[in-house]
């Protein structure tokens, strides 16, 4: 009890001292004595009570500190949910293991199928480019047959002539005098480029010879194409160019073909015409060269001719008479030449224009014929709407096509109504189409103009069934 009672005491002693530190540190912050008693400030005193400290050490004090509980080990026991649940899980995977193989099973027999099926395809498909190859066989032994046929047809017509029938009414929808010229010129030249020997314009079922309109177009029709047929030196010696209908003739382009040739092309034919002089009882010929040609017959001035001048000589005598040793003075100015029908220069390989000629209908085409060798033409092609699509090469248009000397294509009036087929117009057992063919085929305009038809249809003509 003595020591307890002696710790005590310091303790007290301790804690007294510890207030007297304070004290003294908070002195430091008094104010100086300068300053008013009102704003002085009284030191705090911590003061403690050694009756309250004496308390908290005479309170008893455990003896044992409370021990820790411990965990207490479960001890494995068999329990039956764990069993059942294994037993499910295992019966769930035989299951889903069974569902898994028939999935696949199915899997297995739709590609089998699918395979199966696709082996079959394909035998259908080797089948039928086997079929496609065979029929591209036969299309091509046909071309080759047709081909050849086409080869000797062409040679043996190497030397027949080509016409073809146009409407009169060719020009109808044009306007322009100018134009009209134009459109004429285009026709020309289609008919010069594809090697055409005669156009027959023939007068369609709704020509009024009182319709001034109409009239006007056929005979402008007719004498531009003369025209420009013509070679450019005898143009002035056989037509009026005052007249109305040439007024835009100087406005076209000059056609270089065989026949009119210029004054330093060296020819063996020439075009010419009989002038108003003669010697003797013979005619001379203007054919735009710097000498006339002499030759033995008397004709009317003005006359159209086609010499041959292949055989002139100055100072001798070919047996056409305007030569020898009589006429050497006529020697000088004139050269000898002979009348040759273009007919002949045709089987020399020459193309030498063509001529113009006007019917009343589409009857009398054939039945008009002026080929001295025969009364008809030997081969009809008719071409309108009606007709079958050409070309091709296994159609029968060739197949049936023949050997001829006189070609006649048919342009059946495209302004005519469309519902009567213009075969059953003709209204001659003379003029009966051998070929009713259509070229007009997959175009995207409905109406082509009469100048397109015949370009198209003659380029595709040529080369078929003529040079």
């Not at 050694?50 to 068999?78: H, W």
């Not at 319709?211 to 007719?222: E, K």
């Not at 100048?451 to 080369?463: D, F, G, N, Q």
């Amino acid at each position: 009890m003595v020591q307890k009672k002696k710790n005590n005491k310091s303790k007290t002693t301790t804690n007294a001292l510890a207030v007297d530190g304070f004290n003294s540190m908070f002195s430091m912050f008094e104010s100086n004595p300068d300053d008013s008693n009102e704003n002085k400030i009284e030191p705090l005193i911590l003061t403690t009570q050694n009756n309250d400290l004496e308390k908290l050490d005479n309170e008893p004090k455990p003896k044992n500190p409370p021990k820790k509980l411990k965990r207490k080990l479960l001890i494995d026991q068999p329990s039956t949910t764990t069993t059942t649940t294994i037993e499910n899980n295992n019966n769930n995977n035989e299951i889903t293991i069974k569902n898994n193989n028939n999935e696949i099973s199915k899997i297995l027999d739709f590609k089998k199928k699918e395979l199966e099926n696709r082996e079959l395809d394909i035998i259908v498909k080797e089948k039928e480019i086997k079929r496609q190859r065979k029929d591209i066989k036969e299309e091509m032994d046909k071309m080759k047959v047709a081909l050849n046929k086409q080869k000797v047809l062409l040679e043996q017509n190497k030397n027949s002539t080509v016409s073809i029938a146009i409407p009169s009414n060719a020009l109808s929808g044009i306007q322009s005098e100018e134009m009209k010229t134009y459109i004429i010129e285009m026709i020309s030249r289609q008919v010069t480029m594809n090697k055409i020997d005669e156009i027959i314009v023939f007068k369609t079922d709704d020509y009024n010879e009182e319709d001034s309109q109409q009239q006007s177009d056929l005979n402008l029709l007719l004498k531009v194409l003369e025209y420009i047929e013509t070679p450019s030196y005898l143009r002035d010696e056989l037509f009026n160019t005052l007249e109305k209908d040439y007024f835009n003739v100087d406005k076209l382009n000059s056609i270089n073909s065989c026949q009119q040739q210029q004054p330093n092309d060296e020819q063996l034919y020439r075009e010419g015409v009989v002038t108003n002089q003669h010697w003797k009882n013979q005619s001379i010929v203007n054919v735009g060269l710097e000498k006339l040609v002499l030759i033995p017959k008397r004709l009317n001035p003005g006359t159209r001719l086609t010499i041959d001048i292949k055989n002139s000589s100055n100072g001798d005598d070919d047996g056409t008479g305007g030569g020898g040793d009589g006429n050497r003075e006529t020697n000088d100015k004139y050269i000898n030449g002979k009348i040759i029908s273009p007919s002949d220069i045709k089987k020399e390989g020459y193309y030498w224009g063509h001529h113009i000629r006007l019917v009343d209908s589409l009857a009398k085409v054939a039945s008009t014929c002026q080929y001295e060798d025969t009364q008809n033409y030997d081969y009809i092609i008719m071409h309108s709407q009606y007709g079958e699509q050409f070309p091709s090469y296994t159609d029968v248009v060739i197949n049936n096509a023949k050997k001829y000397n006189h070609l006649l294509v048919i342009f059946a009036d495209a302004n005519a109504s469309s519902t009567v087929n213009p075969e059953f117009k003709l209204g001659s057992e003379v003029l009966v189409p051998d070929t009713h063919i259509n070229t007009l085929v997959d175009f995207n305009i409905k109406k082509l103009r009469f100048e397109e038809t015949l370009s198209i249809t003659l380029s595709k003509l040529k080369s078929t069934f003529y040079y």
